[in-house]
């Protein structure tokens, strides 16, 4: 009914930067919050960012400042610029979409199916 496709994923080295982004598609009348995961081999799945419909942010503390999240609305799609990479930010990074509201007025919590960035040399 709704779908997340992420792209942009790859393979960087440590210091380069990466583009992400995230299309929403489907049955959808509005989409409120828009955010970034990601999970690390071994770890939890963690907040990158997030942004609000009227493009208010926040930010992970260890992501401030490297990371940039936006979104255009008109195309239902959020970005994230990430910069100055590290090894440590190797990750699949998931799109999500906490409260999708659908033409039939239904809520729906999306998830993309993730894109695997590596940072290494």
């Known amino acids: 009914q709704v779908q997340l496709v992420e792209s942009g994923g790859g393979l960087v080295q440590p210091g380069g930067s990466l583009r992400l982004s995230c299309a929403a598609s489907g049955s959808i009348f509005s989409i409120n919050d828009m955010g970034w995961y990601r999970q690390a081999p071994g770890k939890q799945r963690e907040l990158v960012a997030s942004i609000t419909s009227g493009g208010s942010t926040n930010y992970a503390d260890s992501m401030k400042g490297r990371f940039t999240i936006s979104r255009d609305n008109a195309k239902n799609t959020v970005y994230l610029q990430m910069n100055s990479l590290k090894p440590e930010d190797t990750a699949v990074y998931y799109c999500?979409?906490?409260?999708?509201?659908?033409?039939?007025?239904?809520?729906?919590?999306?998830w993309g199916q993730g894109t695997l960035v590596t940072v290494s040399s």
């Open positions: 999500n979409a906490p409260r999708v509201m659908t033409y039939s007025f239904q809520y729906l919590e999306v």
